[in-house]
T-cell receptor, first 113, second 111 residues
Framework: GESVGLHLPTLSVQEGDNSIINCAYS??????FIWYKQESGKGPQFIID???NMDKRQGQRVTVLLNKTVKHLSLQIAATQPGDSAVYFC????????????WGAGTKLIIKP | DADVTQTPRNRITKTGKRIMLECSQT?????MYWYRQDPGLGLRLIYY???????NKGEISDGYSVSRQAQAKFSLSLESAIPNQTALYFC??????????FGSGTRLTVV
């Protein structure tokens, strides 16, 4: 079946450096992609999204890149801070009216002081 | 107050017991979702509802049932809890393709 997966289960980054979290997807019909952040003891929190007709979108300290040719999605976090420590999930949506999401397994981001 | 409130936050129950997890939202959205999260895994959809009269099974609905009492309320029941239903359960609401708002979760342990 179709799935969304992440290349690395854990990523360690020095505080102040940039973080790059990767995600591969397999459904070429997916129309919409979302990144969520889940801190310990909390529910997932929406970070940023991107539609399939875009290849880049920027937010506050975050950038999402979409490469439809290789079905790859990445989340870049600039100047990583301790508060960025969390598990990051990518999710995809088929773009139909059901709005159901297919979730990846998550990448744990660890910030080294 | 939180946009999505789940109760209880933690629950330990015995095998075979019936248990209900409750969710309420103040976002005014029609769509509500119940997800299950197991350690090291992503979220899996149990049930979803597009409005009060519309209930749909998700990926892993066996062993679960839901009730949409009102636009703002969506409860999840385990009719006869079993140990492999031990997990973190999340309720979410949304009115678009993916910008969901999640509750803080219910940690359920079945012993």
């Amino acid at each position: 079946g179709e799935s969304v997966g992440l290349h690395l289960p854990t990523l360690s980054v020095q505080e102040g450096d940039n973080s790059i979290i990767n995600c591969a997807y397999s459904n070429s019909a997916s129309d919409y992609f979302i990144w969520y952040k889940q801190e310990s003891g909390k529910g997932p929190q929406f970070i940023i999204d991107i539609r399939s007709n875009m290849d880049k979108r920027q937010g506050q300290r975050v950038t999402v890149l979409l490469n439809k040719t290789v079905k790859h999605l990445s989340l870049q976090i600039a100047a990583t801070q301790p508060g960025d420590s969390a598990v990051y999930f990518c999710a995809e949506n088929m773009g139909d009216s059901n709005y159901q999401l297919i979730w990846g397994a998550g990448t744990k981001l660890i910030i080294k002081p | 107050d939180a946009d999505v409130t789940q109760t209880p936050r933690n629950r330990i129950t015995k095998t075979g017991k019936r248990i209900m997890l409750e969710c309420s939202q103040t976002k005014g959205h029609d769509r509500m979702y119940w997800y299950r999260q197991d350690p090291g895994l992503g979220l899996r959809l149990i049930y979803y509802s597009f409005d009060v009269k519309d209930i749909n099974k998700g990926e892993i609905s066996d062993g679960y049932s839901v009730s949409r009492q009102a636009q703002a309320k969506f409860s999840l029941s385990l009719e006869s809890a079993i140990p492999n239903q031990t997990a973190l359960y999340f309720c979410a609401t949304g009115d678009g393709p993916g910008g969901y708002t999640f509750g803080s979760g219910t940690r359920l342990t079945v012993v």
